[in-house]
């Protein structure tokens, strides 16, 4: 059985996830208030619809309390997002995300019972400035406002020794729970395992501490 979601709002983060789901086969209602956009996703999604998603007699109309998950993606107007995320607590929806415009908003959104609020702007904003700070830095995934996994490069400056020889987590007191080598991927790698130059290191951790393993290893 296909899995079935809705997207509420088209714009650029929404209209992204309406395509990929698609492409991964689920099948996707497609809501946003202006027939613009609307039209530009009907022959993407599997139905795409001109609605008011704060008001709640629409809502029951479209069946949207029949679905599982529920992906708010409506941009610059917080007060629809947040009207849309409250009656669709009511009604009982199963999963709700929804795309939060600052913390404020979000901390709103965490109290009326958004099941997950992601920060795609501020998301991106820091993954790129870790990008910045070194080459060997590819990618950043915040886990809580405190912890974070990294996939790192491993540069001349580590790359040869074992992860017993490095003692990064007594070191550091970071993990390295992965290490991507072509195409394989060691999943918690042995103490002797050696890192060769080129491979990527999953790193998960305090952010202070992975930072301060950055700047020390991988300047």
Do not use: C, W
């Not at 992860?163 to 550091?172: G, V």
């Not at 790698?189 to 501490?209: N, S």
């Amino acid at each position: 059985m296909k899995k079935e979601f809705v997207v509420v709002g088209l714009g650029r983060f929404g209209g992204s996830i309406v395509r990929e789901l698609i492409r991964l086969g689920a099948d996707v209602l497609a809501i946003d208030a202006e027939a613009e956009r609307v039209d530009e996703f009907a022959k993407i999604a599997t139905q795409a619809v001109i609605a008011d998603t704060t008001d709640e007699e629409v809502i029951i109309s479209l069946g949207l309390r029949n679905f599982e998950h529920v992906i708010i993606a409506i941009g610059e107007n917080i007060q629809a997002s947040i009207l849309t995320t409250l009656i669709l607590k009511d009604l009982g929806v199963q999963q709700i995300t929804v795309k939060a415009q600052n913390d404020y908003h979000a901390r709103v959104l965490h109290k009326i019972g958004a099941d997950h609020v992601v920060h795609p702007e501020r998301d991106m904003g820091i993954r790129i400035a870790n990008n910045m700070m070194s080459s060997n830095v590819l990618d950043y995934l915040e886990l809580s406002d405190e912890h974070s996994i990294m996939e790192i490069r491993a540069n001349d400056r580590i790359a040869g020794y074992s992860l017993l020889d490095l003692d990064i987590r007594a070191k550091y007191g970071i993990n390295i729970v992965g290490l991507k080598r072509g195409e394989s991927i060691i999943i918690s790698p042995a103490a002797d395992d050696k890192i060769l130059l080129g491979d990527i290191l999953l790193v998960i951790g305090a952010d202070v501490d992975i930072n301060r393993f950055v700047k020390k290893m991988m300047s």
